[in-house]
Structure formats: C-alpha cells, structure tokens
C-alpha cells in the first residue's frame, strides 16, 4: 500500500514521486510506503487550503461547523477497531490502549469541541456612550505538527478546534506514524467538509515540517513534538509573527509522601511511568519518594514492572507494545547503560525480551526500575520517553520541590498525599503547567493544557484552543 498525501479532497503522490518505507514496529515488516513530501507538496496543501478558507467554507455557520465535527466523531467511532488496530500496528502500542484510550479520545476531541464552540461565550464592554464587543475571526490556513506517541489523539485535539473556528488545516503528521492521519483526511471529507479543508502532507521533519513552518500562506503553527524541534520552528515561525503554540518535552516528577495512600500511589506511578511504553509527555519518569516509605515504594514498582507483560501488540493481555522504533529503543537503551555508568542500580527491565518471530524483530523493551542516582544526573533530567523510570528519596518537603523544579522542562507533575494543606501549598509552588493530586493524567478537556520552561509556550484545551485557533476582533459601536 501506498499512504499518499491528501491535498484539495483527494488522495496526491508526492510532486518528487518519492516514497519512503513505514514499517510496524513490532515486526519490522513494511506497513506501507509513504508520500516523501517537500515544499512543493506544501504549497500545494497551503494553496488548497487558502482556497477553501477563502471559499465555501467562509459561508458556513458556527452551528454548521459544529454539526461537521459531532458527523466527524460519529465517523471515528463507528470505525473504532479498524482506526485502533491501524494505530496499534503503526505505532507499536497496545491495541486495548489505542481502543480504550487513543481513538475513544479523539472522538471526544470533535464532540467537545462541537459543543464548545456551540457554546462559546464571548464578552462585551458597555461604556456610557458605546458598546464594546469581542467577535472571533478565524485565522486561516493553520499548520498541525504531530509527534509520533500518541499520532490521532494529538491531531484530533488540534484539529477539532482549528476546524471549529473556522480555520482550513495543513497537517504534517510525525514520519514515524502516518497511518490514521489519512484515515482521519478521508474521514474528515466523507463527513461533507469542503474539498481542502483538511489537507495532510506526510514526511520528514526538515522537508516537509519545516517548509510547512516558513510557508507564508501559513498563518498559525500549532506543534506538539520535542523541545529542540520546537526550538527550530519558533526560530521561523517567530519573525513571521505566525499565530504558534508549543506543546514541548517534559521530565515530570512523582511526588510521594509518607501519608499517601501507598497502594494506590504506587499503582499509579507505575502507570504514569510506562503507559504506552513511556512514550507519553505526561509520564512520570522521576519518581520522589519522602525516606520512610521509599523502601516500600521501590519494591513496590519494581513488582509493578516486572509484572507489566510485554508482548504482541494485538494480544489482548499485553500491557507494554513495541517502543516506536529500533532506532528510539537504542536510544532507551543507551540511557539505561548511562544510568549504570552514573551509579544506579537497574531493579528491572531494561533488556530485550524474547519473543517468537515475527516480533523478535520488533522494537521491545521490558520496563526498568532504576535507583541510587544522584537527582541531578543525566538519566534523571533528560527525557527518556521510554519504559525507565528513576526513584529518590526525600527527607523534607522542601527538599522534594527543590528536586521537583530542578530539571529544564515544566509540563506536569503528581503529587501524593492526604494532608490537604500540604497538597495544595506544594502544588501551587511548583515549576509546572499541570499538577494531579492523589491522580495522574486525570484529563478534563475544558482545562489548560500545556507546559512552562522547555516544556513549551502557550496552553490548549477548552476555551484556550479556541482563542487560540481564531483573532480576537473588538468592535466598538457609539450609541449615539
Ligand atoms: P520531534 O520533535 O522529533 O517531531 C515532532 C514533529 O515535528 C514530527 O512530525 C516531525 O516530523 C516534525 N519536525 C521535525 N523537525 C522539524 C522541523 N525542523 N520543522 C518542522 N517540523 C519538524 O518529536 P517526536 O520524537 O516525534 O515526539 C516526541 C517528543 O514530543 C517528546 O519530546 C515529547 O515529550 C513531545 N511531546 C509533547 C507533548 C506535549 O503535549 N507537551 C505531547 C506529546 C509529545
């Protein structure tokens, strides 16, 4: 099969006619051949998407728009094992997690934001002579950048606002993980959206990523992907004064105090630290535990891990798939080699395990415990994504924030304990855009979303998105 790109509502090879192999991570074996695009391929989408913003799709109503996304989840709903067995094979995670969270998740971006925008609220500013009031306007052609970990959830999540508020879209989708991306482009337009709406170009970063950021018929860039990536596209995106939001890295700390219920912290840091192999931005992969439980706690997720099954991601008992790539889990590895050299002890994991063709060519890591590392090491603020998580006692509160805030990024953090106070002073004095307590990845779509530090610019979610896929316009009207 050939995945090509999908520009002005129809399938389009790349201009070049080049193609580049997508393999199933957890075999090895070629999923499809990809559309290897480049800034031709870009202006064609932007080109096409200008077109429709600038043509029927200007004449649609907000309630119109919103009853295209509610058509648009009923469509990924109806085709919920297919699209979770598509990303499963293309990404190498579970096919019961892309089932029960990844495709259930992105119809719930359409529907929400179909309702959030039916209900938007939007202010007005009375003076004794005047009236102000705030319309939004969409932007125009917008560019969604995705990273590879978690491929339809990210892009619905960006998409079903850019849509909402009226926006046309050019998505790049990570090279890594193509595959729903053109589900979603056909599903988008046999739902009735008007042909270049939504547009996708698939390939590598620095030909088709970065021709999309310095396009000038792009007028907003929204990019979820790693921190020194997001560096670069702020570097052209920035003097172009393009509308940009950042969703970047993250190393997000796990706080444990001694009153914590310990059964269901410990369960639920181990989950935060390898759900979907550790590849999530959210995961907590450092560890904070206060000294009189940290025993308990080590042992306590190192039985955690080892009894994740890593396996087949098809198979319905598996709890840990392929990481996404050979390459990324030489990368993985390399860090638990690191965190040897720095003077941990691995409890668990880290290693290969043996698995019958044809998944002995798949990209499979056993989850690693590792402890005895000093905070500030390599291993303990670089972000792994991946199934390593690192384990520190504390002796004081003061002690904990400090090593919580210690690292470059600030995306999230879960703290745990049953002193009320205390949750509340400690979370609102750490460096972070998100905190749980008592929970881990607890998501309401109507809250902020994002990061502060290297972990990004800018928040999504509920109102957030939609301010920021559209210009606020004030307009004032004298009375007189
Ligand atoms: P990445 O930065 O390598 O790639 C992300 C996307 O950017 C891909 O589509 C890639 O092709 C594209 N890209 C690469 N170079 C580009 C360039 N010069 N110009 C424009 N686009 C370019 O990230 P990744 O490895 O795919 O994803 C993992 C990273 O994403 C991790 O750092 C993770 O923390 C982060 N992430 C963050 C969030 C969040 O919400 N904060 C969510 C998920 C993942």
């Keep these: 099969m050939t995945l090509h790109n999908f520009i002005g509502g129809a399938p389009a090879p790349a201009a070049s006619g080049q193609t580049f192999d997508n393999p199933n991570p957890a075999t090895g074996q070629r999923l499809a051949k990809v559309a290897r695009s480049g800034p031709a391929d870009v202006d064609a989408a932007a080109q096409a998407a200008r077109r429709a913003f600038e043509g029927p799709w200007r004449g649609w109503s907000a309630n119109q728009r919103a009853d295209l996304l509610d058509r648009i989840a009923d469509a990924i709903e109806a085709r919920l094992d297919e699209l979770a067995a598509l990303e499963s094979a293309d990404q190498g995670k579970p096919v019961s997690l892309a089932a029960t969270v990844d495709i259930p998740r992105a119809v719930a971006n359409f529907r ?32 969604l950048i995705t990273p590879w970990n978690l491929p339809l959830y990210l892009l619905t999540w960006k998409t079903a606002p850019a849509l909402a508020m009226g926006n046309t879209v050019v998505a790049k989708p990570s090279e890594l993980t193509p595959m729903t991306a053109g589900a979603l482009a056909e599903i988008i ?36 992907g790693g921190t020194v990536t997001g560096q670069r596209v702020a570097a052209t995106a920035a003097p172009m004064f393009k509308k940009l939001s950042l969703e970047l890295g993250g190393k997000n700390a796990t706080v444990i105090f ?3 219920d310990l059964d269901r912290a410990i369960a639920t840091a181990g989950a935060a630290a390898f759900r979907n192999q550790g590849e999530i931005c959210l995961c907590g992969s450092r560890i904070l535990v206060e000294r009189p439980v940290y025993d308990r706690v080590l042992m306590g997720l190192t039985e955690y891990a080892s ?22 889990r030489a990368k993985v590895e390399g860090y638990v080699a690191l965190a040897r050299e720095e003077g941990g002890t691995v409890h668990c994991g880290g290693t290969r395990p043996a698995l019958p063709a044809p998944y002995d060519q798949g990209a499979f890591l056993s989850p690693a415990v590792v402890s005895g590392l000093p905070i500030s090491c390599r291993t303990a603020t670089e972000e792994i994504f991946g199934p390593v998580v690192t384990v520190h006692p504390f002796d004081t509160e003061a002690e904990a924030l400090e090593m919580a805030n210690g690292v470059r990024y600030g995306l999230s953090a879960s703290v745990w304990t049953n ?5 509340h002073r400690f979370s609102e004095a750490l460096d972070v855009g998100m905190v749980w307590v008592n929970t881990w990845m607890l998501r309401d779509l109507r809250v902020p979303f994002g990061g502060v ?9 509920g109102d957030w998105s939609l301010e920021f896929y559209s210009e606020n316009k004030n307009i004032c009207i004298h009375l007189g």
């Design 112 to 143: 929400f934001f179909a309702g959030a925008a039916r209900h938007q609220q939007l202010p007005s500013h009375p003076m004794a002579q005047a009236l102000n009031y705030t319309a939004r306007r969409p932007v125009g052609v917008f560019g």
């Design 189 to 224: 337009h046999g739902c009735g959206a008007p042909e270049g709406v939504f547009n996708v170009v698939h390939g590598f970063g620095a030909e088709a990523g970065q021709a999309l950021v310095a396009h000038p018929g792009v007028k907003g860039i929204s990019f979820t």
């Design 258 to 260: 001694a009153d914590a």
């Design 307 to 328: 009894s994740l099954t890593v396996g087949p991601p098809d198979h319905p008992d598996t709890t840990i798939g392929s990481l996404v790539s050979l390459d990324h």
């Design 419 to 423: 002193n009320l106070r205390r949750g």
């Design 453 to 461: 530090k290297d972990s990004g610019v800018g928040r999504e979610g």
